[in-house]
């Protein structure tokens, strides 16, 4: 009833979970994920036990292989059970039980798995896999797995249509304040272009909580930090003892964008922002 990857960053530091499914809210049931740890799909009649249980073994070593194999041979229902698992080196892992519904089946790799299940065909893994293995290694874990989504939905998808998709990331520290280590968890959980919805997510997601990239700011000198100085003033906030990048962090807090603060600079991203609001 759905298609996932699970995958490794090609650093090693992420893990996480890309689904789609013509399924209610999906990505509340069949992602997983432990930073430093691995990360697991659980679909086609979801056996959810295997969330908890499969990241416990990785947790103590064992490899994927180990866990699929472990997990589904204390389960009396996995001939309709599919799993996709990756830890910490090496290829991925998945199980399509003899009993899920056609087209099933997966595609492993050096830090991936994809599965799935009621799909168009095989065409379907085949593009997620092509897709995850041509974008570019040092991209964000989370755009890598929406790629393939993206290219797994643009092949056919779910046969029975589109209903939910999700993202889920993690790393060690690199969640929210450096606070979580999660970093990304989004779902779309009912929408008819679900995937689609789901790039939008991250395209906010990203502005919001991606730092920014050292290269590409701005120093707030000149006629640029006049400049950012009238219109903070413009929607009232106006620089106090702490000078221009109070007022600015005062703005960008209300704004969601405090995450890309950095003293004495400002974000392309957030000067557009700022304009924007300004008018």
Not at 6 to 21: E, N, Q, T, W, Y
Not at 75 to 96: H, I, K, N, W, Y
Not at 165 to 183: F, P
Not at 246 to 268: T, Y
Request: charged content about 20%; hydrophobic content about 45%; overall charge negative.
């Amino acid at each position: 009833m759905t298609f996932s990857i699970v995958a490794r960053s090609a650093d090693g530091s992420a893990f996480g979970v890309a689904v789609a499914s013509k399924f209610l809210a999906v990505g509340a049931m069949v992602p997983a994920a432990q930073a430093g740890v691995g990360a697991i799909a659980t679909q086609s009649y979801a056996n959810l036990a295997y969330r908890p249980q499969g990241l416990a073994l990785l947790a103590t070593g064992v490899d994927a292989a180990g866990v699929v194999a472990g997990l589904t041979a204390a389960d009396p229902g996995r001939a309709q059970r599919q799993l996709g698992v990756v830890g910490l080196t090496g290829d991925g892992a998945s199980f399509t039980g003899a009993g899920c519904h056609p087209w099933a089946g997966g595609v492993t790799g050096d830090g991936f798995a994809i599965q799935g299940n009621i799909l168009a065909g095989p065409q379907v893994v085949d593009r997620m896999r092509e897709a995850f293995l041509a974008s570019d290694p040092q991209a964000p874990l989370a755009r890598r797995l929406h790629a393939a989504l993206l290219a797994g939905d643009r092949a056919g998808g779910d046969r029975r249509g589109r209903q939910s998709a999700s993202v889920l990331v993690v790393a060690k520290g690199q969640g929210y304040g450096g606070t979580s280590d999660v970093v990304a968890d989004l779902r779309v959980d009912d929408h008819p272009d679900p995937v689609a919805e789901l790039g939008r997510l991250l395209d906010l997601h990203s502005l919001y909580f991606d730092k920014p990239d050292p290269a590409a700011l701005l120093p707030l000198t000149g006629e640029l930090a006049e400049e950012v100085a009238a219109r903070l003033a413009d929607l009232g906030h106006r620089p106090g003892p702490g000078g221009l990048d109070d007022a600015l962090a005062d703005w960008a807090g209300i704004e969601n964008l405090e995450e890309r603060m950095v003293p004495g600079h400002i974000d392309p991203l957030v000067l557009a922002h700022l304009r924007a609001q300004s008018g």
